[in-house]
């Protein structure tokens, strides 16, 4: 069973900065391209950003390219996403999933229970 476990959220003024943590608990979680999604009150599900199994190839939504950058680390089974120049729509629930684009993870359809993100002054 793959169990994931966001955490990092929180509340943060315009401009500031926050890092996310998914700790994965697979086996072969250094096999698995991953993703970050959000969702916004209200909104849909929206993808973020994408890494493949080995961390060297990374992809980003045009909304927060220049601003986040994902990582990971497979001996620690864990998957990270720096938020910098947070913007106050970057609020919403964020959750980790496997899956290296959209298509995929709504495929796969595994996420963990989220962390929120609130950016206000």
């Known amino acids: 069973e793959v169990q994931l476990v966001e955490s990092g959220g929180g509340l943060v003024q315009p401009g500031g900065s926050l890092k996310l943590s998914c700790a994965a608990s697979v086996f072969t979680f250094s096999s698995y391209p991953m993703s970050w999604v959000r969702q916004a009150p209200g909104k849909g599900l929206e993808w973020v950003s994408g890494?493949?199994?080995?961390?060297?190839?990374?992809y980003y939504a045009d909304s927060v390219k220049g601003r986040f950058t994902i990582s990971r680390d497979n001996a620690k089974n864990t998957l990270y996403l720096q938020l910098n120049s947070l913007k106050t729509e970057d609020t919403a629930m964020y959750y980790c999933a496997p899956g290296e684009d959209m298509t995929t993870v709504q495929a796969l359809g595994l996420r963990g229970q989220g962390t929120q993100v609130t950016v206000s002054s």
């Open positions: 890494i493949n199994s080995g961390g060297g190839s990374t």
